[in-house]
């Protein structure tokens, strides 16, 4: 049998991107930055990441009837992603990201949803055939979380693994928990969920395991340079990250969800799948931008080898 479709639903946006000296305060304006726009939303960004890095992904998401739709559909085909569960919205337009760069790779980001909000349970059911036939599904919470609940809980009910990246961090359910095989939360949404204070690797393993308390199979609280922490029950093991030079974080979180997805879809032990997307996600903070910075298989292959361990 071969490897099964992982199945992505999540947002689309337009990233309009300002790489400046450092991130304005509040009522200070910082002149000469540069400008550029580049295809983003956490759903999308995963999708992309999931297909350049060799999975054959299916995309559920929801755009407007705008420039911005029209281009995404053609991007997303050109990237081998089966668009069959794209909707349309002629009410409102595609969601756009505002994001600031600043020259240490930090990032502010202010999003626009627009047809990402309007996502509904109608929207999706006629994937429902596809998810259960999916090896895995891979979601976000930038569309709107009674979607996701309602897709976590089928899919959980067609044995189908579920992995959920609670970005941006928001409350979650039990019973949305229950259904999670895999959670993939950065310190602040760790902190939201276990209701602890995150400081630090012993804070995040702590949470982690408050959270699998809660249901969850696998908690991997991603710490940025430092790497990830995974945490199954009451063991908890650290996958540190490749030291790089960062350019711009944007979208790192959404390139280590995505070649996680890949990596345990072809069989990786959970610590080997960790391990190749901490790879990914350190050579996309290399790159600027959200799904330019996402890399193919190949050059995973090739670079890794050249990046300190």
């Known amino acids: 049998m071969g490897i099964k479709k992982i199945v992505v639903a999540g947002s689309s946006n337009m990233d309009m991107v300002v ?3 450092h991130i304005p305060v509040p009522g200070e304006t910082v002149l000469s930055g540069s400008f550029f726009m580049n295809p983003g939303g956490k759903g ?9 890095l060799g999975a054959e992904v299916i995309f559920i998401s929801k755009l407007g009837n705008d420039v911005f739709g029209k281009q995404f559909s053609q991007l997303f085909s050109e990237e081998n992603i089966d668009t069959s569960f794209l909707v349309s919205d002629d009410a409102l337009p595609s969601g756009v990201a505002l994001i600031t760069v600043d020259q240490e ?5 202010v999003v626009a949803s627009g047809a990402n909000a309007s996502l509904s349970i109608e929207d999706i059911k006629d994937a429902l055939p596809a ?7 891979l979601m976000q919470l930038e569309t709107p979380m009674e979607v996701v609940e309602y897709i976590a809980a089928y ?6 693994k579920v992995i959920l990246n609670p970005a941006p961090a928001a409350s979650l359910s039990g019973t949305l928990l229950s259904h999670i095989d895999i959670l993939t939360p950065n310190e602040t949404e760790a902190a939201m969920i276990a209701g602890i204070p995150v400081n630090n690797a012993d804070d995040a393993g702590k949470a982690a395991m408050l959270i699998c308390e809660k249901g969850v ?8 340079a430092k790497g990830a922490l995974i945490c ?5 093991s650290m996958v540190e990250a490749r030291k790089v030079q960062p350019v711009d974080s944007t979208a790192a979180g959404d390139v280590f969800n995505g070649a996680l997805a890949v990596a345990l879809s072809e069989g990786k032990d959970m610590r080997n799948a960790v391990r190749f997307a901490c790879d990914a996600a350190a050579i996309s903070v290399t790159r600027l931008g959200a799904q330019s910075s996402i890399p193919y298989r190949n050059e995973l292959v090739a670079q890794t080898l050249n990046i300190p361990g």
């Not at 999308?44 to 999931?50: I, P, S, T």
């Not at 199979?217 to 940025?224: D, Q, R, S």
């Open 19 to 21: 790489k400046t000296a």
């Open 44 to 52: 999308a960004n995963q999708a992309v990441a999931a297909s350049r």
């Open 105 to 109: 790779g930090e990032n502010s980001i």
């Open 131 to 137: 998810i259960a036939e999916a090896g895995t599904v």
């Open 155 to 160: 899919a959980a009910s067609q044995k189908v």
């Open 217 to 224: 199979n696998t908690v991997i609280v991603t710490l940025g």
């Open 232 to 236: 199954e029950g009451s063991r908890c």
